[in-house]
């Protein structure tokens, strides 16, 4: 499969915990993305990172990418409840293609 | 903000039907898309449009067609609804710029579609 694929597919933390989910793909890329999708809702971008960076910040957000084993990870501190979505990876590939992987779906208790 | 609309959030079709999804988003992007999600698929790429009048061919694009007449509208069509195609549909747009494939998509709410 072309896809990226989420690691676990579903995280359940307390609130207040970090959340860790990650990220491998097999083909080399130009940029990762991390996207949150609330239910019934559609996807909403959170973070981009090149293909020469190693490591991002955005708020609570951390995004680190290693290319040589193929694999990205999100790292979101001090959950609240509001956390509580899918995320997906999707990793530029050709020209104005992206693809996605299947999501972790996280669920953050209070 | 960028806002990207669906025209439905629900729809109830039956098979062999013509089936009409909107799409609009009001920032001037060049690139639309159309995406079906399915459970533990993730999300799948239908068709793209990078320009008025153009298209190309996603990963899935049999059993669809889309039209992009004017730059701030996206269509997809079904042309005879099969349940196989029951799903939820997310259109997304993005600019284009020379490094293209860095930007990020902006995503509508979805149509949820079945078809009995």
């Known amino acids: 499969s072309q896809q990226g694929e989420e690691d676990p597919q579903a995280l359940s933390i307390q609130e207040g915990e970090n959340a860790t989910m990650n990220c491998s793909y097999k083909?080399?890329?130009?940029?990762l993305q991390w996207y949150r999708q609330n239910s019934g809702r559609g996807l909403v971008h959170l973070i981009l990172i090149r293909s020469n960076e190693r490591e991002k910040h955005s708020g609570r957000l951390r995004v680190t990418l290693d290319t040589s084993k193929k694999s990205s990870s999100l790292l979101i501190t001090a959950s609240r409840a509001a956390d509580t979505a899918s995320y997906f990876c999707?990793?530029?590939?050709?020209?104005?293609?992206?693809?996605f992987g299947t999501g972790t779906r996280l669920k953050v208790l209070a | 903000d960028v806002k990207v609309t669906q025209s439905s959030r629900y729809l109830v079709k039956r098979t062999g039907e013509k089936v009409f999804l909107e799409c609009v988003q009001d920032?001037?992007?060049?690139?639309m898309f159309w995406y079906r999600q399915d459970p533990g698929l993730g999300l799948r790429l239908i068709y793209f449009s990078y320009d008025v009048k153009m298209k190309e061919k996603g990963d899935i694009p049999e059993g669809y067609s889309v039209s992009r007449e004017k730059k701030e509208r996206f269509s997809l069509i079904l042309e005879s609804a099969s349940t196989n195609q029951t799903s939820m549909y997310l259109c997304a747009s993005s600019v284009r710029l020379w490094d293209r494939g860095y930007q990020p998509q902006h995503f509508g709410d979805g149509t949820r579609l079945s078809i009995l």
């Open positions: 999707a990793r530029g590939s050709g020209t104005y293609k992206y693809i």
């Open positions: 083909t080399s890329i130009n940029n």
């Open positions: 920032m001037d992007h060049e690139n």
